[in-house]
C-alpha cells in the first residue's frame, strides 16, 4: 500500500527567521471509509445480514462513547486506545484553596487522545510506501 504524501511549506520555530524555505512531508487522505461502508463490506464478508452488522457496530459506539464519557480508556483491539484528555489554564497554589475555586473555571478544553495499537503501528511502519503527490502548497 502506498501512502500518499505532499510537501508543506513550514516555519522553523527554532529559527522563524531564517530565509531559506523549509518542507515537511504529510500524509494526505484518499478518501473516506464511513459507517455505511465499512458495515457493507462486513456483511459481504460474513454471513450476517447488513441491519445485523449495522445494529452491532451502533451499540458498540453507544458503549465506546458512555465509557469514554464516564473516563474510561477504550480499547479496540488490533486498532488502538481511545481517552479523554483536558486542557486546563495554569492556576496557582493559592487559587486553587480559596473557596470559590471551580475546576470547570480552569478547563479550556476537552479532547480525545487516539493512541494506535502497537501491532498496526508496526503494520503502517512495515507495509506502508510513501509516495509524493506534486501538490505543494
Request: glycine residues 6%; aromatic residues 6%; neutral net charge.
Amino acid at each position: 500500500m502506498a501512502v500518499q504524501c505532499k510537501l508543506i511549506k513550514c516555519i522553523d520555530p527554532r529559527n522563524p527567521e531564517a530565509e531559506d524555505e523549509k518542507r515537511v512531508v504529510r500524509a494526505v487522505s484518499t478518501g473516506l471509509y464511513g459507517f455505511e461502508q465499512m458495515a457493507e463490506d462486513i456483511c459481504h464478508s460474513c454471513s450476517l445480514t447488513e441491519g445485523d452488522v449495522t445494529a452491532a457496530m451502533r451499540s458498540m459506539l453507544h458503549f465506546a462513547r458512555e465509557a469514554l464519557l464516564a473516563g474510561q480508556t477504550v480499547e479496540m483491539e488490533g486498532l488502538g486506545r481511545f481517552r479523554i484528555s483536558v486542557k486546563s489554564r495554569l492556576c496557582t497554589l493559592d487559587e486553587t484553596t480559596r473557596r470559590g475555586f471551580s475546576v470547570a473555571d480552569a478547563v479550556r478544553q476537552f479532547k480525545v487522545i487516539y493512541t494506535p495499537d502497537v501491532r498496526l503501528r508496526r503494520l503502517i511502519d512495515a507495509q506502508a510506501e510513501p509516495s509524493l503527490t506534486r501538490s505543494e502548497n
